[in-house]
C-alpha cells in the first residue's frame, strides 16, 4: 500500500480543484474515487458560476473550459430572467457545461502538474505489469493530427510517463474513421 501526505475521498470537482492546489504547493496527493471513469449516472450540475471562473482563470485553466461551454449571460431563477452582464467581473456569465466535461478537464490539468491520481495511477499498474512479467505495454488515444485540443494534455501524459509514440492509425479497427490513433508503447522491464 502506498502512502501519501494528503490522500482526497471523492474525485468530483471540489476532490479535484483541493488535489490540484495541493499539487501546486508541491504536497504529495492521491483521490480515491470509487467510479471507475467520470462518467455520471444523470444530472449533477450543468454549469460554472462566474467566482468559481474566475478561481479557475487564476490557476491559467479558464480558456479550457470556456472552448467546451457556452457562456449565457441571462440565466433563470424561478422562471424569472435574469440579466447578469452587468456583474462586475471578467466573467460575467454563467458557462453551461455538466460536471463530466470539467471533472474531465481538472483530471487533465492535474496530470500536466506531473503529480495527480493519473500518474500515481499508471505507476501503480505499471509496477504490477512489470511483476506479473510484462514487458512492454501499449497505449492507444487520439492522435495530434484529429485537432482535438483537449487530447493534448493526454498525450503529454504518456510522453511525460516515458511512453513513445510509434504509429497513428486511421481508421484503428473499432474506431469510427477520422478518429486517427495515436499508438504509445513503453518498456516496463528490460526486454533482454
Known amino acids: 500500500m502506498s502512502e501519501h501526505a494528503v490522500v482526497i475521498a471523492g474525485g468530483g470537482p471540489t476532490g479535484l480543484m483541493l488535489a490540484g492546489e495541493l499539487a501546486l504547493a ?10 471507475a471513469s ?7 450540475s450543468g454549469g ?3 467566482r468559481t471562473i474566475e478561481l479557475l ?3 491559467g485553466i479558464a480558456d479550457r473550459f470556456l472552448a467546451e461551454g457556452q457562456a449565457m449571460r441571462v440565466v433563470r431563477f424561478s422562471g424569472i430572467p435574469l440579466d447578469i452582464s452587468d456583474f462586475p467581473t471578467r466573467h460575467n456569465y454563467v458557462l453551461a457545461l ?14 500536466e502538474l506531473g503529480r495527480g491520481h493519473g500518474t500515481r495511477l499508471l505507476g ?11 514487458s512492454v505495454v501499449e ?12 487530447y493534448e494534455a493526454t498525450l503529454a501524459f504518456w510522453e511525460r510517463n516515458g511512453f513513445i509514440h510509434i504509429d497513428t492509425i486511421d481508421p484503428l479497427p ?7 490513433a495515436a499508438i504509445y508503447v513503453a518498456a516496463v522491464r528490460p526486454t533482454r
Open 26 to 35: 508541491g504536497v504529495d496527493v492521491a483521490i480515491v474515487e470509487r467510479r
Open 38 to 44: 467520470q462518467e455520471l449516472d444523470g444530472l449533477r
Open 48 to 50: 460554472l458560476h462566474s
Open 57 to 59: 482563470d487564476q490557476r
Open 98 to 111: 455538466r460536471q463530466s466535461h470539467f471533472e474531465r478537464i481538472l483530471a487533465a490539468w492535474i496530470g
Open 124 to 134: 501503480h499498474i505499471l509496477d504490477h505489469l512489470a511483476a506479473a512479467g510484462i
Open 139 to 150: 497505449a492507444k488515444t487520439l492522435d495530434r493530427s484529429s485537432g482535438y485540443r483537449p
Open 174 to 180: 473499432d474506431w469510427p474513421p477520422g478518429n486517427p
